[in-house]
C-alpha cells in the first residue's frame, strides 16, 4: 500500500493526536498517576485487573511481524514481598484486533493463568534458594498461562503450559533475571513468540504535573516518577498476516487494537478494564461514566452522546486556558474526532493525510467510529526513531500505533496549548522527560527487565 502524506497535515496530526489522547498525564487531577493507571474509581482498588499501558508497533528486528504489548498493576514497587505481583487467576487478560473498521473484535489474543504454590504452611518466602531456571525447585511460587486465538470462526490454543518470568525477587535470590526472562518467550505455531511477565514499567514523565500544572511556572520538571516501578506484561510477536484483514496485510494494513481484562463474578466473565489509546479514559471520560467506559465494548463508543461531547469539546484545553492564559482552540474539534473515533485519512476529516484508518484497507466494509490505538503495519520501522513520534516526522511513533519510546507527554504538553491548530511549537514547554531510565531491548518483548531495587532510598 502507498502511504500518501502532507507534511503539514502530519505535523497538525500529531499534535491533534496528542491532545485527544495523551494529554491526561498533564492534566489530570484526581488520585492517579500515569497512563490507565487508576483511572476509575472501580479498577483503582483492583490492580491485578487495571490494564496500564498498550503498546503495538511493526517489530524493528523481525521484518513482516507486528508486536503487542499490554502491561496491568500499576507501581509495583520492587521490594513489595512476600508475596509480590502474580497475575490473577479465574481472569482473562486479553489483547483484541479489530481489522475491519467496525468496531467489532475479529482476533482475540486471551491468556489465562493458573497457580503453583508449594509454600502451604512451611514458609513464607517466595524462593529458599537462588533460582536459576523456572524449573528449580528453589522458586516456591510460580504462574503457568493458557494462551488463546479466538475469532468468530472459533479459537485454537497456541500454548498450553507456557510459564510466567517471576516478579524480581532480588539479586540474591534471582542472580540472573535475564536467563529467567528468556526461558519464559514461547515460540508460536507460525513463527510468533509469546511472553507472560514482570518488567520494568516502561511510560515516563513527571508527576509534578499535579501541583498546578508543574508549579504553575514550569519549575517542577525533570523527574521521572515512574522511575523504579515495575509492571506484570503480555507480549505477543506474530506476523502481520495473522492480525490483518483476510490474512492480507499489503492490501489491509491497518489494525486497531485494544486491551481489556475481564473479570469472574461467580456466575460469568465481565469486563472490568479497557485500555486502546493510552490516557483516555482519565482526562476524556468525566469521574461519573469512567466506570462505564472500562466496560464498554468499542462498537458502542459513537453511540454513549456523553463521552463523544468530551470528544469535541475537550475539558483539557479549557483548563491550560484558565491556569495558564492560552486560548483554547475553536470547538467543535473535528480533527479529534477523526483521530479518536475513525482513525487517520483524508476522506475521514480535515487531517489532509492518509495514515491509519481501516477505511485504507482494500477489504474493508463501512467503518464504525470507535475508540482504538490504530496501527499502519506498511510503515517500516525508523533507522533512527524520534521519540516525538508523527509530531517529529517520524510516521511509525506515536499516533501510529505507540512505541516503548514514544513521549506522548511531550506531545502532548504542546498539543494542548493549541499546537495542533497553529503548527508551531512553544519552546520550553516539556516535562524534561525524555526518555525511560532504562535502554530498550533489541529484541522481543523489547520492554526492559524488572528492577529490584526499592524505590525509596535515603
Known amino acids: 500500500m502507498e502511504l500518501r502524506t502532507n507534511r503539514r497535515a502530519l505535523v497538525g496530526l500529531g499534535l491533534a493526536a496528542a491532545l485527544a489522547i495523551t494529554s491526561a498525564a498533564a492534566l489530570r487531577t484526581d488520585s492517579g498517576t500515569a497512563s490507565s493507571h487508576r483511572e476509575a474509581p472501580m479498577i483503582s482498588g483492583d490492580p491485578q485487573h487495571d490494564n496500564t499501558d498498550v503498546y503495538a508497533f511493526v517489530s524493528p528486528d523481525k521484518a ?18 512476600p508475596n509480590f505481583y502474580p497475575f490473577a487467576t479465574r481472569s482473562r487478560y486479553n489483547i483484541k484486533i479489530d481489522n475491519n473498521g467496525d468496531g467489532k473484535t475479529d482476533i482475540t489474543y486471551q491468556w489465562v493463568f493458573r497457580n503453583e504454590d508449594k509454600r502451604g504452611t512451611t514458609t513464607f518466602l517466595y524462593n529458599n534458594g537462588p533460582v536459576t531456571s523456572l524449573d528449580d525447585p528453589n522458586l516456591l511460587f510460580r504462574q503457568r498461562y493458557t494462551l488463546k486465538r479466538i475469532t468468530p470462526g472459533g479459537s485454537k490454543t497456541l500454548v498450553d503450559d507456557g510459564v510466567v518470568a517471576p516478579s524480581n525477587v532480588g539479586a540474591a ?14 515460540s508460536l505455531p507460525g513463527g510468533g513468540k509469546s511472553f507472560a511477565g514482570q518488567s520494568d514499567e516502561a511510560f515516563f514523565l513527571d508527576l509534578r504535573v499535579f501541583d498546578l500544572l508543574y508549579g504553575g511556572d514550569l519549575s517542577e520538571v525533570g523527574q521521572d516518577t515512574a522511575k523504579g516501578y515495575n509492571v506484570n506484561t503480555v507480549a505477543l510477536q506474530v506476523p502481520q498476516s495473522e492480525v490483518a484483514l483476510k490474512g492480507d496485510a499489503k492490501r489491509n494494513p491497518v489494525i486497531g487494537v485494544c486491551s481489556t481484562t475481564d473479570k469472574f463474578n461467580g456466575r460469568s466473565y465481565v469486563q472490568v478494564s479497557r485500555l486502546c489509546n493510552p490516557l483516555v479514559n482519565e482526562v ?4 461519573g461514566l469512567k466506570d462505564a467506559y472500562n466496560a464498554l465494548d468499542p462498537s458502542q463508543d459513537a453511540d454513549v452522546k456523553a463521552l463523544v461531547d468530551r470528544v469535541t469539546d475537550p475539558e483539557v484545553a479549557r483548563l491550560l486556558q484558565a491556569l495558564y492564559g492560552i486560548k483554547a482552540p475553536a470547538t467543535p474539534r473535528t480533527d479529534l474526532v ?14 489532509k493525510a492518509d495514515l491509519n484508518s481501516q477505511v485504507l484497507n482494500k477489504d474493508a466494509g463501512k467503518l464504525r467510529p470507535s475508540e482504538q490505538l490504530r496501527l499502519n503495519m506498511s510503515v517500516p520501522p525508523a ?3 524520534n521519540r516525538l513520534g508523527v509530531l517529529g516526522g517520524d510516521l511509525q511513533g506515536f499516533p501510529n500505533g505507540r512505541r516503548l519510546a514514544d513521549d506522548v507527554v511531550d506531545i502532548a504538553l504542546q498539543a494542548v496549548a493549541g499546537a495542533a491548530q497553529s503548527g508551531k511549537l512553544i519552546p520550553g514547554l516539556t516535562d524534561k522527560v525524555d526518555g525511560n531510565d532504562k535502554p530498550i531491548g533489541q529484541s522481543f518483548p523489547y520492554i526492559p527487565l524488572p528492577g529490584n531495587v526499592a524505590v525509596n532510598q535515603r
Open 64 to 81: 513482516g511481524t507486528v508486536t503487542l504489548l499490554a502491561n496491568w498493576i500499576p507501581f509495583e514497587e520492587p521490594q513489595g514481598g
Open 284 to 287: 476524556v471520560a468525566p469521574a
Open 338 to 351: 477523526e483521530i479518536f473515533l475513525t482513525g487517520i485519512a483524508k476522506q475521514n476529516g480535515p487531517i
Open 173 to 186: 535470590s534471582m542472580p540472573d533475571y535475564g536467563a529467567l526472562r528468556g526461558q519464559s518467550i514461547k
Open 383 to 385: 533507522k533512527d526513531p
